[in-house]
């Protein structure tokens, strides 16, 4: 079992940025695959971004491409996720999840390959 909390959100105004983490504890020995999804009121959940276990590959949404940037340290068991040049389609329940793997370099984009979830952390981008 891995456990997932993230943290970083709020509410910001649009251009600002906010840093989300996501801090996993238990079996973290094993080899995970990171996503980083959103969902916004009345809408189905959305791929924003991964990161490779190695965190050599990284991949986002064409929504969020050049504005965000999903990283990793393994030796501190957290993803971040480094959100720039905010927008109001921005604000969304923002997820981060993971994916057990044999595949240092895999990443995922659909959230069925996602083994763990966190609660998720609220982002709130005013105009």
């Known amino acids: 079992q891995v456990q997932l909390v993230e943290s970083g959100g709020g509410l910001v105004q649009a251009g600002g940025s906010l840093r989300l983490s996501c801090a996993a504890s238990g079996r973290t020995a094993s080899r995970y695959a990171m996503g980083w999804f959103r969902q916004a009121p009345g809408k189905e959940r959305e791929f924003a971004a991964a990161i490779s276990w190695n965190g050599g590959r990284t991949d986002y949404a064409d929504s969020v491409k050049g504005r965000f940037t999903i990283s990793r340290d393994n030796a501190k068991n957290t993803v971040y996720l480094q959100m720039n040049s905010l927008k109001p389609e921005d604000t969304a329940l923002y997820y981060c999840?993971?994916?057990?793997?044999?595949?240092?370099?895999?990443?995922?984009?659909?959230?069925?390959?996602?083994?763990?979830w966190g609660q998720g952390t609220q982002v709130t981008v005013s105009s």
């Open positions: 999840a993971a994916s057990s793997t044999i595949y240092y370099s895999d990443i995922y984009y659909s959230p069925t390959n996602y083994n763990y």
